[in-house]
């Protein structure tokens, strides 16, 4: 899942640049982007497992785009990355 090319906007997308990310992406389309896989912690703080799935839903007459939800994808991981390296 290291090797995976694709989907470097989804759970790669906001986290830094040298975080390692096995990961695998899949797509539906008009049905359902998706993105799972295990992010690395820096200085040993552990590993996060993490499977994100958005839903397409039509929004004003028209599908949400792949591009917006990988974008909520990247946000969703960062979310959570910064609050497994963070908390307290």
Known sequence: ?????SGKARLKGML???TVVAHKTGTLPLVAINDVGIITLPDDAGHVAIA???KSVEKTGAF???????????QI?????DFFLYRQ
């Open 52 to 54: 994100v799935f958005v």
């Open 16 to 18: 830094p640049f040298a």
């Open 64 to 74: 949400i785009e792949d591009e917006e939800s990988e974008v909520i994808i990247a």
């Open 1 to 5: 899942m290291r090797r995976c090319q």
């Open 77 to 81: 991981a960062r979310a959570v990355y």
